[in-house]
């Protein structure tokens, strides 16, 4: 499997951003996906994820009302549409994949076996 994240810019507060992932090498549909991030000096961090289905959805407290989470099967990609931008939201994000992860793991990074890239988010106040 292999993950490939893009979208990522400077924007200034207040902004939107829509970053992408694209999955290649399995069957995307069968994959819950995961967005993380990590700024500089702290640990990555969940922000959400969406199951296989898309018919379930999860985001960290810091970003609910904010950010969506989001897939398209038949593109083999998944989504995290973010607005009103903070300079908090600064960081890489990275998009992640799991076969069927168990409910325990959904917020853990541990939880997923494949990793993309990261792109870097930088939000200006």
């Known amino acids: 499997v292999q993950l490939q994240a893009s979208g990522g810019g400077l924007v200034q507060a207040g902004d939107s951003l829509r970053l992408s992932c694209a999955l290649s090498?399995?069957?995307?549909?069968?994959?819950?996906m995961a967005w993380f991030r990590q700024a500089p000096g702290k640990e990555r961090e969940f922000v959400s994820a969406?199951?296989?289905?898309?018919?379930?959805?999860y985001y960290a407290d810091s970003v609910k009302g904010r950010f969506t989470i989001s897939r398209d099967n038949a593109k083999n990609t998944v989504y995290l549409q973010m607005h009103n931008l903070r300079p908090e939201d600064t960081a890489v994000y990275y998009c992640?994949?799991?076969?069927?992860?168990?409910?325990?793991?959904?917020?853990?990074?541990?939880?997923?076996?494949?990793w993309g890239q990261g792109t870097q988010v930088t939000v200006s106040s």
């Open positions: 969406i199951r296989w289905s898309g018919g379930s959805t």
């Open positions: 090498g399995r069957a995307f549909k069968d994959y819950d």
């Open positions: 992640s994949a799991k076969r069927w992860i168990i409910a325990g793991l959904l917020f853990q990074d541990k939880g997923y076996d494949y």
